[in-house]
């Protein structure tokens, strides 16, 4: 059983910052990669950013010099610190989790959101 668990998320206002936390816990042996997607109102879900399990960071152009991933990995968090935010920063944020657990294979673990409303 693995769990992941959000926060962070808010009300904030354009131009300002947020920081969001991911945990994942559980009968996890190995994480590959951890990362941020987000759905906005009426759109898909789209990769924020990702980092890997050599620390590597991939970022979607639209966040790019305003966003920055970060991982713990004796803690098993990833967090996402959101800078410059823009109202069309707004949207729920998914963490995902690529891991490995004890009986099982690689697969992707998500959590359950947090919202996040950039907003004057």
């Known amino acids: 059983q693995v769990q992941v668990v959000e926060s962070g998320g808010d009300l904030v206002q354009p131009g300002g910052s947020l920081r969001l936390s991911c945990a994942a816990s559980g009968s996890i042996v190995s994480i590959y990669r951890m990362g941020w997607y987000r759905q906005g109102p009426g759109k898909q879900r789209e990769l924020v950013a990702v980092i890997t399990s050599s620390c590597v960071p991939n970022y979607a152009d639209s966040v790019k010099g305003r966003f920055t991933i970060s991982r713990n990995y004796a803690k098993n968090t990833v967090y996402l610190q959101m800078n410059s935010l823009k109202p069309e920063d707004t949207a729920v944020y998914y963490c995902?989790?690529?891991?490995?657990?004890?009986?099982?294979?690689?697969?992707?673990?998500w959590g359950q959101g947090t919202q996040v409303t950039v907003s004057s």
């Open positions: 995902n989790a690529n891991l490995l657990t004890t009986g099982s294979s690689r697969e992707d673990y």
